[in-house]
């Protein structure tokens, strides 16, 4: 099955006017709940040791995926070949939430625009793990566009990466998988990456395989920042990739600082720095080297930036898949040279045997389309160009040669077609394009 150049778009397009599912059946809540019984089953047996977690982790992902694949299963029996892709669109819009992270800083910008302090601590509460009571409008503006760019690697362009490499691989259930796992691991890593008692080491599989997905896409979405800054007025892409660069390790996370870093350099502001979780304070390094009072319209513009980096990421990934070669290939067949020069001996040849092996019809001694028995080369008067006897029946026959362009002058039915040099990359992409639209 050819990739579906369009199922990101699909899949874009459809969380920008649907939204988020209500959250009582929300699959990512059904998700959430599975990983809790899990970690009950795996604790009564294991106890709280990494085993226990990694346990717990693989079951919970294998869970999805059997709900995925009930979710394909009456599709694909559908007579139509865009049917598989329908879920796969539905999974990989459920596994992308770019539309309720803006909703979600949306409503912290409004609070801080009205002078509503308290509103805001909220807000921001709702989207970081950080203690709020104490921010002022500053530190809540930057804990909100720390989370625009974090969540935007974690829950959109990885989303974005993984769906696009299991597409590659596997087709429609290919990208759905990779998408599902990987939003899974996600999910778990929030619920169980934490260095408290109680999961310093359940939680380490869960937290390492989450770090692990999100390594690729951390570093791929730094230039994709930058090229979107250049849409966004009010940015700088210069900036936000020097300083993305400079800062991409000031970081606890080694997948964090990249965003984060791109963000504070595109809005000129410096993000981090100390925080509390609980009551405990944390230490952390600050990330850029622009201005720390960050105010009402950087979030907004770190929410334009956030959409415009989204688009440019489905539109690259798209690019990627509508001009990457089909998985389909046909089998490319290395004819042997006309003459007795270089033949192999093997079963049924004359080096064999001592003597001809009778044709065995089109396929050949050894699985070639073309008989490689009986052939002699008649040597060329000096000047000319060399011409093979042709003998046997005419399946056979040595192949025709090709001209100067590559074009078969005397096509056989027997022979692949002759369609000339047509450059592969041009080829596949018109090839999908027929086929999709």
Known sequence: MFPCPFILPAAFLLDILAGEPPNRFHPVCLIGRCALRMETLARQRWGGTFHAGMAAALATCIAAWFGCAALFLPFSLLPFLWAPWIPSVLVIYICMAPRS????ARKVENALRSGNAGEARHSVSMIVGRDTERMDVYGIARAAIESVAENLTDG???????ASAGCLAGGASGAASAALAHRVFNILDAMWGKKNERYRHFGTFAARMDDALNFIPARLILPCISFSALMVKGTSARRALTTGWAFRNAHASPNSAWSEAAFAGALGLRLGGPVSYKGIPANYPWI?????????????????LMWTTAATGTLAFTLLLLFTPASEHHEQTAYPPVG??????????????GQASPCPGKTGTRGHPYCRHDRQSRAAPEGQSHSPVRRGPPHCRPRPQPDIHGRHL????????????INAFTRNAGARLSEWT
């Open 156 to 162: 959109v362009f990885s989303t974005l990466f993984w």
């Open 101 to 104: 992270l803006a909703e979600h």
């Open 340 to 353: 007795r020069t270089g033949r192999k001996s093997g079963p049924g040849t004359s080096e064999n045997s």
């Open 288 to 304: 850029g080297t622009g201005r720390t009072k960050a105010s009402a319209s950087d979030l907004a513009l770190a929410i334009r």
């Open 410 to 421: 005397h096509p056989d039915p027997q022979l692949p077609s002759g369609r000339g040099t």
